[in-house]
């Protein structure tokens, strides 16, 4: 099983800067990487997919980079809907697909 | 608009059963993999199921497997799961979810529905 280790669990972001995240498979995944966006008491909502590829109606505040086993999701010019919970999650060797942890996004 | 809408959540006994639904509009549902993933409460998210879009591939997460049983009606455009000897660590939210990858080997999740919450609790 590939284990996804997001960091930090926590992120403390002043409105209008940039969020940088962090996520780590235990072995290569190669660019078969999404994140997901989880705002309180709301479903995920797909991000990104192919570690890179923002999914349809995503603006490009949101970006994703990495290959392997490093991941990053970076969001730029942070708004109040911006605050949530992230979640990266690899498709490359399943079952079992997997998730991160979650990187809490939260106002500083 | 493409929705995925969960039914049959609530409030069951330790060992006991339940029984979720998920119909999905707006789609051609039997071109598409669907999954099941839940998210216990205050916790992440955990990938549950995986069955193709003909029915005949059919995956689970180890923690589920012999007493979960996923399984799709096309004609009905539903999915369901069927879920036995239930376990306190099996309550969570339940999300029906839409394989997006247009490829066999690779699964990733869009749209998800807004999730059935299963209680197990005496």
């Known amino acids: 099983e590939i284990v996804m280790t997001q960091s930090p669990a926590t992120l403390s972001v002043s409105p209008g800067e940039r969020a940088t995240l962090s996520c780590r498979a235990s072995?290569?995944?190669?660019?078969?990487l999404a994140w997901y966006q989880q705002k309180p008491g709301q479903a995920p909502r797909l991000l990104i997919y192919?570690?890179?590829t923002r999914a349809t109606g995503i603006p490009a505040k949101f970006s994703g980079s990495g290959s392997g086993t490093e991941f990053t999701l970076t969001i730029s010019s942070l708004q109040s809907e911006d605050f949530a919970v992230y979640y990266c999650q690899q498709y490359n060797n399943w079952p079992p697909l997997t998730f991160g942890g979650g990187t809490k996004v939260e106002i500083k | 608009d493409v929705q995925l809408e969960e039914s049959g959540g609530g409030l069951v006994q330790p060992g006991g059963s339940l029984s979720l639904s998920c119909t999905a509009s707006?789609?051609?549902?039997?071109?598409?993999?669907m999954n099941w993933v839940r998210q216990a409460p205050g916790k992440g998210l955990e990938w549950v199921s995986y069955?193709?879009?003909?029915?005949?591939?059919?995956y689970y997460a180890d923690s589920v497997k012999g007493r979960f049983t996923i399984s799709r009606d096309n004609a009905k455009n539903s999915l369901y799961l069927q879920m036995n000897s239930l376990r306190a660590e099996d309550t969570a939210i339940y999300y029906c979810?839409?394989?997006?990858?247009?490829?066999?080997?690779?699964?990733?999740?869009?749209?998800w529905g807004q999730g059935a919450l299963v209680t197990v609790s005496s």
């Open positions: 707006g789609f051609s549902f039997s071109s598409y993999d």
């Open positions: 072995q290569s995944i190669s660019s078969h």
């Open positions: 069955i193709s879009n003909g029915g005949s591939t059919i």
């Open positions: 192919d570690a890179s």
């Open positions: 979810v839409r394989d997006a990858s247009v490829y066999f080997d690779f699964c990733w999740f869009d749209p």
